[in-house]
């Protein structure tokens, strides 16, 4: 991955940081890795511990960035989510899995689209 890609997908990230905190929830991790995967965001909102999924695009050509959360990812996703529950001992906990879409076209004013229980 290019560094300025790289970087442009940190930035989307930390969009949907500062707007989850802005919603009221408490960040836990950031870009928790295990194995051959990462989630980009857990957190609490309330009693419900979220993994969420950002995804940022610059434009439409490829569609929106909603949509880049194959059925690949997903399993990937919920694998990983179910390894942080284990790794830490977490049990009984009510959870769910967001996604964050990001569009860039305009810096200034990102559009965020924030889809609760996607999946």
């Known amino acids: 991955m290019s560094g300025n890609k790289k970087q442009f997908g940190e930035s989307g990230e930390e969009l949907a940081s500062d707007y989850l905190i802005?919603?009221?929830?408490?960040?836990?991790?950031r870009n928790w890795r295990f194995?051959?995967?990462?989630?980009?965001i857990i957190a609490k909102d309330n009693n419900t511990l979220v993994f969420v999924e950002v995804k940022t695009r610059r434009n439409l050509e490829f569609g929106p960035p909603e949509?880049?959360?194959?059925k690949s990812k997903q399993i990937q996703i919920k694998k990983m989510a179910e390894a942080y529950l284990y790794i830490n001992e977490i049990k009984d906990q009510e959870c769910r899995i967001d996604v964050i879409a990001i569009l860039m076209i305009d810096k200034d004013t990102p559009q965020i689209n924030h889809i609760k229980n996607a999946f």
Not at 22 to 29: E, L
Not at 67 to 70: E, G, I, Q
């Open 22 to 29: 802005k919603k009221g929830y408490k960040i836990i991790k």
């Open 35 to 40: 194995s051959h995967g990462e989630i980009d």
């Open 67 to 70: 949509l880049a959360v194959p």
